[in-house]
């Protein structure tokens, strides 16, 4: 009986103990976490780093170095990572000059993606280079495609050459329509934007307005899961809007949410769908 | 040896395991640290981007702004230990360039 007690009484002070020595680390003395890794930052920090990661993309265009920083930051898809920032600065804020510079970055990341997975056809040869026997192209030329005398940034491994963006050429009008649609859940004006061939433009500014109220700014690309040349804007029924693509001096008037009805015979409100293009 | 004695020791052998638990085997992990607390290298880079923008805007406010978020004692202080570790560790001469034009700038104000 008295050697039971006795290490009931040992064990106690060992829990005693342990939890001390618990509390002691984890609230009163916690490990001091310092020279962290960017993913580990705050997500106003984050905010702060991809800015400032578009920031200087616009500055010094070299997309594998910026896509190197973003990848610091460990956003699952840093495209998207960057048009929802864009999205939520043109939505809180009003930061049109800010939320323009993360969408060019999101959009030239976009167009990076679908240039990379986009087959290249088979060079021919021309004169003075030759095929081998395996197939492959000889050329005399250097190809390594390395980007000489750069400072790698912290973690950066690609060396893909530097992805200038391009200034668009105007776009003109192909279609704008009304358009009832009783899937998209709510009155949409939808813009597409598309190349010469019909691929999806990101990046597009677009300008909305009622008339002479002040306009407000929206980009395509900022839904990629809709594709790269999308871009919408919640229209509220009733009003007549105006959209321009200033880069283009396009100016598309006379948009209203149309009043639709499904087969049932309910009434719904419907959107409006805006085709522009670059001419052939 | 007593009873109390006997306790003590264990209790100290439980603190001692404890403070191995939550200092080495699983200390607190945080989630949400500021720029302050970057490595040297990443501090580094963040003012290598603010030098690339100062360089092309010549915006010395902004670029103020965003070095004091690094919390050093100075923007100067920021962009001297950036100088220094970019020096270390061979930096290409472009990106030297940069961060000394950004130095000079920040030097001038003071």
Redesign the interface.
């Known amino acids: 009986m008295e050697q039971n007690r006795?290490n009931w009484?040992?064990l106690?002070?060992?829990?005693?103990?342990?939890?001390?020595?618990?509390?002691?680390?984890?609230v009163i003395a916690?490990?001091k976490?310092?020279?962290?890794?960017?993913n580990?930052?705050?997500?106003d920090?984050k905010d702060?780093?991809r800015e400032?990661?578009s920031?200087?993309y616009?500055?010094?265009n070299n997309l594998p170095r910026a896509e190197a920083?973003l990848e610091?930051l460990g956003d699952e898809d840093p495209a998207l990572s960057l048009a929802a920032q864009a999205q939520r600065y043109l939505a809180e804020s009003g930061d049109n000059q800010t939320a323009k510079i993360l969408a060019n970055l999101s959009a030239a990341l976009q167009q990076a993606a679908i240039t990379a997975e986009t087959p290249l056809p088979a060079p021919s040869p021309s004169p003075g280079e030759n095929l081998s026997s395996s197939g492959t192209l000889e050329s005399s030329s250097d190809s390594s495609g390395t980007a000489a005398?750069?400072?790698p940034?912290?973690g950066e491994e690609s060396t893909e050459p530097t992805l200038t963006p391009t200034n668009s050429p105007p776009f003109i009008l192909q279609d704008s329509s009304a358009i009832c649609d009783p899937t998209l859940g709510e009155p949409l004006i939808q813009v597409i934007a598309t190349d010469g061939e019909g691929e999806g433009v990101p990046g597009v500014g677009l300008e909305i307005s009622l008339g002479a109220d002040p306009k407000e700014v929206f980009y395509t690309g900022l839904k990629p899961e809709l594709g790269l040349g999308y871009a919408d804007y919640l229209a509220e029924p009733g009003l007549t809007y105006q959209l321009e693509v200033p880069d283009s001096g396009l100016l598309i008037p006379d948009i209203e949410v149309p009043s639709c009805q499904t087969e049932e015979g309910d009434s719904y409100w419907g959107s409006w769908e805006i085709y522009i293009t670059h001419p052939n | 040896m007593s009873?109390w004695t006997?306790?003590?020791i264990?209790?100290?052998?439980?603190?001692?395991?404890?403070?191995?638990?939550?200092?080495v085997i699983n200390?607190?992990s945080?989630?949400?640290?500021?720029?302050h607390?970057?490595?040297?290298?990443?501090k580094t880079?963040?003012t290598?981007?603010?030098a690339?923008?100062y360089?092309?805007?010549n915006d010395l406010d902004w670029a103020l702004n965003?070095l004091t978020?690094l919390k050093d004692p100075s923007p100067l202080t920021s962009v001297e230990n950036a100088l220094k570790f970019?020096s270390q560790?061979e930096?290409?001469?472009?990106?030297m360039f940069l961060l000394r034009d950004l130095h000079n700038a920040i030097k001038e104000t003071n």
């Not at chain 1, 106690?12 to 984890?26: D, E």
């Not at chain 1, 976490?33 to 960017?38: A, F, I, S």
């Not at chain 2, 607390?37 to 990443?42: F, V």
């Open positions: 006795g009484y040992l106690t002070g060992l829990i005693l103990g342990l939890v001390m020595g618990i509390v002691y680390s984890w916690p490990v976490e310092v020279d962290t890794h960017p580990l930052l705050r997500s920090y702060i780093y400032l990661i920031r200087a616009q500055a010094n920083r610091l005398g750069r400072t940034t912290p | 009873r006997l306790f003590l264990v209790m100290l052998l439980g603190l001692g395991l404890g403070l191995v638990y939550g200092w200390p607190v945080y989630q949400d640290t500021t720029l607390d970057l490595r040297i290298d990443y880079d963040y290598l981007m603010v690339e923008v360089h092309q805007e965003r978020l970019a560790a930096y290409t001469l472009p990106d």
